[in-house]
């Protein structure tokens, strides 16, 4: 299975939310970064259907959407970035809701529903009102709703937001199992969620795209490059103008530990570190 994003671009008024869009999905986690208006929800938006682009056109297995309809809304679970019930209702009763709204046939739903919240642990809250569960709780919520008809294109908005670092662990080991049989389009502001289960990551900025790949191939750019060095606090300044600074880490009152990117490094005293997938997004940000 393959979805095709074609020559996609979305313009409200005068503002370029997608330019001339062009990726073709297969198999696996494709990670979506980028700063807060780079597209990334937009581009979801269209692709499950909530949203119309400007120009271009969708593809799955070389058919048009537009034509596919309901056959392609079939294929898609989707979490959006703000998961609401939208409504005073159980977790159970909610999933009831959305799973007739999918079509689900009774005994189907049922079956999926007890697995789903097996799956992400939502056993004590099954008889609880969504709206006043916990934000990590809703949104484990969320992406059970996602996965009810259990679509071969899953794409996720922010879906480890309000989570604890261990339901984080636990939903990214679901994801990564899942991402080798479906297409898994998921955004998140937490490069290493995505470093750690992604096959290729996609970096947006400003509606565009600017640079595409496995997270080896990304890194294999800045291999070698990544450096960290103690400075006095008063030298950061000075610091940031000759170099790609990553990341500042004050570690005593007055000094600091600098992660920056440099091709020559000079500087004293300086120790070459691993690049992470976070090095290059942030270097590639500034670089493009």
Request: with cysteine; aromatic share 6%; glycine share 8%.
């Amino acid at each position: 299975m393959q979805v095709e994003v074609k020559n996609i671009s979305k313009k409200y008024r005068d503002i370029h939310a997608l330019k001339e869009m062009n990726i073709v999905f297969t198999h696996g986690v494709w990670g979506l970064l980028g700063a807060n208006g780079a597209g990334k929800s937009t581009l979801m938006e269209i692709l499950v259907g909530n949203k119309v682009p400007t120009n271009g056109e969708i593809f799955l297995n070389g058919k048009s959407i537009k034509k596919l309809d309901g056959e392609y809304r079939t294929c898609i679970g989707y979490l959006p970035q703000n998961f609401s019930s939208g409504t005073k209702i159980t977790v159970t009763d909610y999933l009831e809701y959305v799973a007739a709204l999918k079509g689900l046939e009774r005994a189907r739903a049922k079956q999926r529903i007890k697995y789903l919240v097996e799956l992400l642990e939502l056993q004590e809250y099954r008889h609880k009102y969504v709206d006043r569960l916990s934000g990590g709780t809703k949104q484990r919520v969320g992406v059970a709703q996602a996965l009810l008809n259990d679509p071969e294109i899953l794409v996720l908005d922010e879906p480890t937001s309000g989570l604890d670092p261990k339901e984080r662990i636990r939903l990214r080991g679901i994801i990564s199992k899942m991402g080798k049989e479906k297409i898994i389009i998921l955004s998140t502001h937490i490069v290493s969620d995505i470093e750690s289960i992604a096959n290729k990551n996609i970096i947006l900025k400003r509606g565009k795209m600017i640079d595409i790949g496995t997270t080896e191939m990304l890194l294999s750019t800045i291999y070698g490059k990544v450096w960290e060095v103690i400075v006095p606090i008063d030298q950061i300044e000075d610091f940031e103008k000759k170099y790609t600074v990553i990341n500042i880490r004050t570690v005593e009152q007055n000094v600091a530990v600098i992660r920056f990117i440099a091709d020559n490094c000079k500087v004293a005293n300086a120790k070459k570190q691993e690049p992470k997938l976070e090095d290059y997004y942030l270097w590639s940000l500034k670089q493009k």
